[in-house]
């Protein structure tokens, strides 16, 4: 069994204020737990610092976890320095991103943990770090499937399918929309997220900021179902929240999205959701 909490659900920025307790200001960071092996964390944004400390006050032992980096943007990897665990001596934190142009992942994660953008370097943390590249492949955490896959977005990007214990989920952070307006499902996302049982999902746009900024990279909560209804998904959760939208917007588009899966024939079949902070699901 898959066990899934969401430490951190917001994209672009940390937000908080009233307006955004009940979902959460954290950026991107999904805990994945199979059982009592070592944790695997979807993203490094802010509330990977919570995500940290929870672990370190779990047991008094160094913290191994392995880490699946969708990209490098700031709020997706903002909280490296902050994760607790490497703060201390014998932990280790094995980090799993996509291939860089010109410079390695270690280069780039070395550039920004670091004088002037940080006090230290990453060097000099007390735990260790280790970063591996991967794209559109198949490898092994743990007892854990892990399937790397390319998403349109700006930059270089991956998605990740996690199978273990007969449970699934697949993590789609950042997502781009298509261009000409249709809401067509690339083949390498039909294949890496086909009967996929939790399919976390880009909701970030409404279709007016879309048309704003129709190549910024990210998507509407109706793309992100049209992706699931596509992958054939149990269940699909609206992640990465604007840091403009409010708790009221995001309850709006889950029962707008609940109505919209019912008019297509699939109320029954895809359970609509979205993140917020401390939210935990099992997948079977």
């Known amino acids: 069994m898959l066990d899934i909490t969401f430490y951190g659900v917001r994209g672009s920025t940390p937000c908080s ?13 999904v805990l994945v737990a199979v ?17 940290g400390h929870d672990l370190s006050a779990a047991s008094t032992e160094p913290v191994r976890a392995s880490a699946l980096l969708s990209h490098l943007h700031w709020d997706h990897v903002q909280g490296v320095p902050f994760f607790a665990p ?31 953008l940080f006090p230290v370097s990453l060097k000099q943390l007390p735990g260790s770090c280790s970063f591996t590249e991967v794209g559109n492949q198949t490898f092994a955490v ?10 349109e977005h700006a930059g270089p990007t991956n998605g ?4 273990a214990g007969g449970g699934s989920v697949a993590y789609i952070s ?3 929309e298509p261009l000409d307006g249709s809401r ?8 890496a997220c086909a009967d996929v049982d939790v399919l976390i999902h880009d909701a970030q746009y409404s279709a007016a900021e879309l048309a704003q900024r129709p190549d910024w990279g990210h998507c509407t909560p109706d793309y992100a179902l049209a992706v699931a209804v596509a992958c054939r998904a149990k269940r699909l959760v609206l992640f990465h929240h604007d840091p403009a939208h409010d708790d009221t917007w995001v309850r709006s588009e889950v029962a707008r999205l609940r109505e919209a899966a019912a008019s297509l024939g699939h109320g029954d079949g895809i359970d609509v959701l979205a993140a917020f902070e ?3 699901l099992h997948s079977t």
């Open 17 to 29: 204020g009233p307006e955004t307790q009940e979902f959460g200001g954290n950026t991107s960071c």
């Open 35 to 51: 059982g009592d092996e070592p944790p695997i964390i979807c993203d490094l944004g802010t509330g990977v610092r919570r995500l």
């Open 86 to 116: 490497i703060l201390k001596t014998g932990s280790s934190l094995d980090v799993y991103g996509p291939v860089q142009n010109g410079r390695s992942l270690l280069e780039i994660v070395e550039e920004f943990v670091a004088p002037p």
């Open 142 to 151: 743990g007892s854990a499937t892990v399937t790397a896959f390319d998403v």
């Open 160 to 163: 990740y399918r996690i199978d």
């Open 174 to 176: 950042d997502c781009q």
């Open 184 to 191: 067509i499902v690339p083949d390498v996302v039909l294949e």
């Open 278 to 280: 401390g939210l935990t």
